[in-house]
């Protein structure tokens, strides 16, 4: 479709789009007291190995070929109400520096997308903390526009505590289709699918006593398809980043514009959600992967974020959102599993 007396294309992304998506993500970066730069060095293999199917959105303008915009939705299986369902998570619209405030068909953008996504039971999104443009831009209702329902805050915890204190099995997965059944199932928007190749490459870690499965989780390094690189510091942040702050026990900041070498915790279970096994076990697991910091994300309502929040983490914060159109009810329950690794 043609805008803007036919400057600019939208149209579904083709493989060939993948430079100028990448100079897209290159040229910006999240701003707030940690910025930091997204990238996916092959975006839409990296988008498609979060799901099953991607929605992926450009914009092109047609006087010089280059792509301006870039948005659009993974498609997976995730728990809604503890039965497998088909969901969408929005990836977010991403302009180019040099195209702010020059489109002015968004809203067109987003009913061309949710045409696309007719099929999905529930559409959901996150937006940082710190981006306050858009999310007064997004939560304010517009008759052309989905509504972006905020459903609850989403923390993103950062660590690095390496002890080996429980002893681990590595990629014995015994008792954790038990878990997944009746765990798992019970969280809205917790993959139904534990073999994303977005998860990253890694290992399936697990504590037992008496044979008995009381923790566990999968570790991924994702480096190959998604990185996060340091763009600088602000505020408070920026003091706290000269100092050796992993002799207190929390991560080291990475240099400006280094790309940030971590792991990704997914699929968190801790028997009871015992917060000392849960602290004892994350240790554990930081030793075991030799990553220099892991990272898990949880919405404010699962019951392991009390056991984070006593350990010595860096927190990177989101507002989470059921995205509805045409005056749908929302399908999302505050009982969340929804997974850092897939965002």
Known sequence: M???????????AEPGDDDGIREIFTAGHFDGGIAVQYLRPEPLRSFAADGDDIRMLIIRDNENGRLCAVGGAVIRREFLHGTPAQT????????????????FFIAKAYQFLGEQLDGCAACYTTILDDNAPVIKMLEK????MPEYRYLGHYTTYIFHQ?????????????????????YFSAL???????????????????YREHGELLACCFCGDQTALKCYKMAGYGGIYKLLSKLPTRLLG????????????HGVISQ??????????????LRSVAAASGAELLLWGAFETHPLCPALEQMRVIR???RLYEVLWNGAATQISRNIGMEAALL
């Not at 490459?201 to 697990?206: I, K, R, S, T």
């Not at 991560?251 to 070498?261: E, H, S």
């Not at 801790?270 to 849960?278: I, N, Q, R, T, Y």
């Open 268 to 281: 968190l279970y801790v028997k009871g959600s015992d917060p000392a096994l849960c602290r004892k076990f």
């Open 141 to 144: 209702k517009r008759r052309s």
């Open 88 to 103: 969408a998570y929005l990836t977010g619209l991403k302009v180019h520096p040099d195209y702010q405030k020059q489109i």
């Open 250 to 261: 929390y991560p080291a900041f990475p240099c400006a514009g280094q790309i940030i070498r």
């Open 188 to 206: 809205d928007l917790s993959p139904a699918v534990t073999d994303y190749p977005g998860f990253g490459a890694g290992h399936f870690y697990a």
């Open 162 to 182: 390496p002890k080996a204190i429980l002893p681990l099995g590595t990629d014995d997965r015994t008792g954790f289709d038990a878990v997944q059944r009746d």
């Open 2 to 12: 043609n805008f803007q007396n036919d400057r600019y294309t939208l149209r579904l």
């Open 316 to 318: 990177y914060g989101s």
